[in-house]
């Protein structure tokens, strides 16, 4: 694949524009149900820098937006405990489309097309620049952590668990 394709824009970056949010644009080979950890071996990145977004729902099924390193999983339990929820989990592919107006494997958390509670891994705030999704599989980008709470409000949790 050539290094210098062009990826056309897609409702995240435009959002990210219009909110004169610098990005890079980090295009890769997807590969299903490679996830984070596959973009940031193909891209050379740190895993625990490439932030997966994962629509969840809490018991009343609203939908909630976690952002989460790409080598860890997320303790629903301890997410549920944090947000003052009985519980909270992942919801099916199809309705994690529905919410977010992504395919999965190619969600980004901007421009969602219902607008979420955002949370983010606190040690994710840690970084000056995130790799997440920019709308497409395949395709990352490169924002300043600040983005997140600046435009998404999103709010910091402490639920990772190490994969394995």
Not at 41 to 68: C, F, S, Y
Not at 91 to 119: D, I, N
């Amino acid at each position: 694949m050539a290094k210098d394709k062009h990826v056309s824009e897609t409702p995240a970056t435009q959002f990210l524009k219009k909110n004169k949010i610098a990005y890079s644009e980090h295009p890769y080979e997807y590969v299903d149900h490679g996830g984070a950890t596959e973009a940031a071996r193909q891209l050379g990145l740190n895993p625990h820098q490439v932030a997966k977004t994962l629509i969840m729902e809490d018991e009343n099924a609203h939908p909630l937006m976690v952002l989460m390193h790409g080598d860890c999983e997320v303790s629903t339990k301890n997410l549920a405990r944090q947000i003052g929820a009985k519980k909270a989990g992942p919801c099916s592919p199809e309705t994690a489309q529905k919410h977010s107006g992504y395919l999965v494997g190619g969600t980004s958390p901007f421009a969602t097309r219902k607008k979420m509670p955002v949370w983010v891994e606190a040690s994710l705030l840690d970084y000056p620049t995130l790799y997440l999704n920019g709308g497409r599989r395949g395709y990352l980008i490169g924002v300043p952590t600040a983005s997140l709470t600046d435009l998404l409000g999103a709010k910091a949790v402490n639920v990772g668990l190490a994969k394995g």
